[in-house]
């Protein structure tokens, strides 16, 4: 389709405006190609539900988390009890030890729980399932047995072999690192050189993101950038130190070769992620640039890579680590050459100038570039920032200011220095070197971090995304007055940043958790122990700094549903939200309460403080938001129905859940809904003279679903069935214990079952 336009393109070249107009389209349809055939490549076999199985595989990696357990990435080689029809090709899995012995592509066995790629916590935010899609991951999970390792009469191939001597390579340097620095600057250090960032701990994960210095641990253009320069340095001092041949050779370029060879070496020794993938692309193309005389630091070279990268992985052009990217190389492009014109045409001549002078001048320059970089990089990759993460480091100058001398002097300069002496065993120094700079970036960090003021910006409205985003290749490409172009967009941008809907009430796609922003800066939840990130995310998008837990019901309500509130998983424990075995069943003893009295008691309205926090009890959790409107959780459709009275939403944590109110009109949102479609937005408007109310449902997962979340209408929840149990056992009863015997009932009731189980499960007289 594509090659329409670009023959047209190649015809009108005498007409110019429509000439680049038909190539953009033909580059665009190109761009759609491309994404549709790497995502038919891809096919990644994705888990449908939760199950339980033994499981066979091939370890592909092998990453230390901070909690002491440990994660697997296994290629799945078989599957049992039972055996998975369509099972995953690659899994995550996370164990809580390893067997000695176990190392890349080793084969282990052991009883796993598996579950399928969890969607977007809340519409609009980053999809898991994507990013899982486009890696191979069909499911994550946990080990509830082993693991073991197994033996395997599948041959390598080359490619494995490699692949296996590259992982172990990593993990041998990752833990040499640890060993020799410790603590979370060993961590760190680790994840600079081999790419490892498992086991940083999560209080200085949370420390650098606060500030804005998290781009230090993911290894991206600043660390391909500075191994290239270190080395780049390191030869040209060498090459110094012979005069003639220096004066002879092009020792440019050597230093060039070698700072490719470097940095390929270092991308494949990090793991080659997606981002270092990325990295050293724009940096070969650079390198390459100057092997043929050209310069480097231009934006058809930012071009070239782009396009590199997004015909390699198209689908990356949507994640934050691209658009961060490549907006601010962009953004320090497009600046250079802004300076280095304006230099040029007041450069004064250097013999007028003194030794002070030009000391100073050397000085003020380093100052305005590392000030000028850390800025301009800041304001270019903040709106994806607050578009992607709903945050914005408010002290990430200042912090990137007192932290990139750190780096670029005593960490990365002296990583290079370990990987290249490593193999002699001569690398303590250099180590140790580099865990004082890596020492006091934390502790710097840690101080703008505790300084540091609400980050979080909420929910950024994707038209100012598209404007600013318009303002900012204006900005960088333009080489003229035609700069001033991207000023109305940067405006209209900065003017429609916050004009976005604030959802009322936000839903995970499991049904569990409720969250209702109730005024303050406070988020009220229906459980006391909810996922952490879940709810870190919805904080940062509401703007909302205090987490309210649930209270208990101080009211004597009617149990509708017969079942105590830990049954239930309503109350606020924290338990898994489980129907109780008596669903259905009225409660004796008890007074019937009618009409919307009785909603408002069964569902803890009597306690005032139902404004600020929900109040739980008997399977119910309500809470009214600001504008009036009542929010309820229920366990099961028996519990539900119950506040169907006096509620205005009721979300039901059960798949099976029918015409819950007939005849009464809130709106239910049920957990089958959920599963089919993901997590869920709610707006509500407020109450009309009529006493109506309207309740807008959005939810992250359209119906007609993409590649990466076809799975979600295979489980059970999406069929509306309701949580598998196991069948119980029947005990097994000797054949001699069902026949008459001549003797009296004493002597047969010597007679025992074979199992332990059938023994446990005999009621008293059951024998004769």
């Known amino acids: 389709m594509s090659a329409v336009p670009a023959m047209l393109a190649f015809a009108t070249r005498g007409q110019r405006l429509l000439h680049h107009a038909l190539a953009a389209v033909a580059a665009c349809m190109l761009g759609m190609a491309v994404a549709k055939f790497e995502t038919e490549r891809v096919a990644t076999k994705m888990l449908g539900a939760e199950i339980s199985t033994a499981i066979t595989g091939r370890v592909v990696g092998i990453d230390n988390l901070d909690n002491g357990r440990v994660r697997l990435t296994l290629d799945v080689l078989s599957t049992a009890r039972p055996v998975l029809r369509y099972a995953p090709e690659l899994v995550r899995l996370t164990a809580r030890k390893l067997p000695q012995g176990v190392i890349a592509w080793s084969v282990v066995t052991g009883y796993v729980r598996l579950m399928p790629p969890s969607g977007p916590v809340r519409p609009g935010s980053y999809d898991f399932s994507f990013e899982s899609y486009f890696d191979g991951i069909g499911a994550s999970g946990f080990f509830m047995k082993g693991p073991e390792l197994a033996e395997t009469t599948q041959p390598f191939s080359a490619s494995d072999r490699a692949s296996a001597a590259i992982e172990n390579a990593r993990g041998k340097i990752a833990q040499r690192i640890r060993d020799r620095i410790g603590g979370p600057e060993g961590e760190i250090a680790a994840a600079l050189v081999v790419g490892v960032r498992g086991g940083i701990p999560e209080d200085v994960n949370e420390a650098l993101r606060r500030t804005g210095l998290y781009h230090i641990i993911s290894i991206s253009g600043l660390h391909m950038a500075m191994v290239a320069g270190t080395v780049m340095l390191l030869m040209r001092l060498s090459f110094a130190t012979v005069p003639a041949f220096t004066s002879r050779r092009p020792v440019k370029k050597y230093a060039a070769g070698a700072a490719l060879l470097a940095t390929g070496g270092y991308l494949f020794i990090s793991g080659a992620e997606v981002a270092a993938q990325r990295s050293f692309i724009m940096l070969a193309v650079m390198l390459t640039a100057v092997l043929f005389d050209r310069a480097a630091l231009t934006m058809r070279n930012l071009a070239i890579s782009a396009v590199v990268v997004i015909l390699i992985s198209p689908h990356e052009v949507v994640g934050p680590s691209f658009q961060m990217s490549f907006a601010a190389t962009a953004a320090l492009v497009g600046a250079y050459a802004w300076w280095s014109d304006r230099r040029e045409e007041q450069a004064l001549p250097v013999g007028q100038r003194s030794l002070p002078s030009k000391i100073w001048r050397w000085l003020a320059t380093v100052a305005v570039g590392l000030v000028a970089t850390s800025l301009i990089a800041g304001l270019a990759t903040s709106v994806f920032g607050a578009w992607h993460f ?39 120094i250099f180590l140790d070197t580099m865990g004082v700079g890596l020492n006091a970036m934390i502790g710097v960090a840690t101080w703008f971090s505790e300084r540091s003021p609400v980050d979080a910006v909420g929910l950024v409205s994707p038209h100012a995304v598209l404007l600013l985003t318009a ?247 999406a069929r509306g069935l309701p949580p598998y149990k196991r069948a119980e056992r029947r005990p097994k009863v000797p054949a001699e214990a069902t026949t008459s015997h001549p003797k009296s009932s004493t002597a047969a009731a010597t007679v025992r079952p074979k199992t332990p189980i059938a023994a446990a499960s005999e009621s008293p007289g059951t024998a004769r």
Request: overall charge negative.
């Open 390 to 428: 709903q945050r914005v480091s408010p002290l990430s100058l200042f912090a990137n200011l007192a932290v990139m001398p750190l780096v670029s002097v005593l960490v990365m300069p002296f990583a290079v220095m370990a990987g290249i002496f490593m193999p002699l065993a001569l690398d303590g």
């Open 471 to 717: 303002a900012l290749v204006i900005a960088s490409t333009a080489t003229t007055w035609l700069r001033a172009a991207a000023v109305p967009f940067a405006a209209l941008g900065l003017m429609t940043v916050v004009e976005t809907e604030t959802p009322d009430v936000l839903v995970s796609e499991d049904g569990r958790l409720v969250g209702v922003p109730v005024g303050d800066g406070k988020l009220a939840v229906n459980r006391a122990r909810p996922n952490q990130f879940t709810v870190d995310n919805w904080q940062r998008a509401l703007v909302s700094e205090t987490l309210v837990a649930p209270e208990r019901s101080t009211t004597t309500a009617v149990d509708g549903a017969g079942s105590s509130p830990s049954e239930t998983g309503s109350e606020p424990t924290g338990e898994a939200n489980t129907p109780g075995p008596e669903v259905g069943k009225q409660e004796t003893g008890e007074a019937r309460i009618s009409g919307t009295e009785a909603g408002k008691q069964a569902s803890g309205e009597a306690n005032a403080s139902g404004a600020d926090a929900f109040v739980c009890g008997k399977g119910l959790c309500t809470v009214q938001q600001p504008g009036g409107a009542r929010i309820v959780h229920a366990a099961n459709t028996a519990v539900a129905a119950r506040a169907c009275a006096s509620a205005d939403l009721i979300v039901v944590d059960d798949a099976t859940a029918s015409d819950v109110c007939p005849g009464v009109a809130p709106t239910v949102l049920s957990k089958r809904e959920l599963a089919r479609l993901g997590s869920a937005s709610i707006f509500i408007t407020p109450e009309t003279e009529s006493g109506d109310r309207t309740v807008e449902i959005r939810h992250a997962v359209a119906e007609q679903y993409r590649p990466w979340h076809a799975q979600r209408q295979f489980s059970r929840e």
